[in-house]
């Protein structure tokens, strides 16, 4: 029994990703800020150098309230880098309002475009293609709910939290000046992936196994949005996003 738990001690300390685990999710989120810079910054960020149209209040608040999400996920990783965990948790706790406001301001965010019909260029079906920030902004709800509710157990708690924000980058890929990307949603979500897959490499790479949360999340992500089209063409679907185009906001 000694022998064989001193060799499992050895191999474990011996996998790599004990080493270089804050190097790599530090990357990620460095990586995932990027991209919500570059996509959003002819609209939001550096609206005014591209001559954007104006944005609506919601719109302005939701952005306000993601990007200074974006920027507490980025002092959190820092703090654990410089081993300051004890700061990492107790901002974690403060910030925890952040994720509470995102959800429904997103879903507002969703409504006020729906109803001004501001989408551009034109979706074939506008109703249909709620489904995808309202997808998004349910799987970010599941899987931040869930980070917090595993916060005490980092493996998990950390990639839970990535999981959280892989399907909001899809908003900022598809706003990406490339044909191929630029308002399409479909082709944003494949390159989203990415990040599942790298997430999944490094799990590997780094213990010799998928962990649970990047095996199960990861499912629930990509059959949630290969799904889209198929949810979004439903009549329950339209007489949910007729609704939120009720609200007149």
Sequence with gaps: MAIAAKASAETVKRLPGRRYDRVFFMSMVVIMFATVLFGFSRSYYLAGTFNAPPLTPILRIHGAVFSLWMLVLF???????????????????????LPCLMVPVGVLAAADILGRGSYLPHPPDPL??????????????????????????????????????????????????????????????????????????????????????????????????????????????????????????
């Design 75 to 97: 002092a959190q990783t820092v703090l654990v880098s410089a081993k300051r965990v004890d700061l990492h948790r107790k901002l974690g706790l403060a910030a925890f309002v």
């Design 128 to 249: 249909a293609f709620t489904v995808v920030p309202i997808t998004s902004i349910a799987l970010f709800a599941i899987f931040i709910a869930l980070a917090y509710r595993e916060r005490k157990d980092p493996a998990m708690h950390k990639r839970l939290v990535l999981l959280a924000m892989m399907s909001p980058m899809v908003a900022p890929i598809a706003r990406w000046p490339f044909a191929w990307l630029f308002h399409n949603p479909a082709h944003a979500s494949t390159v989203s992936f990415v990040f599942l897959a790298a997430l999944a490499l490094h799990d590997w790479w780094s213990t010799h196994k998928i962990h649970r949360a990047t095996l199960w999340g990861g499912l629930v992500l990509i059959v949630v949005e290969e799904s889209w089209g198929m949810i979004g063409a439903t009549g329950p679907w339209h007489a949910f996003a007729r609704w939120m185009q009720s609200w007149n906001i």
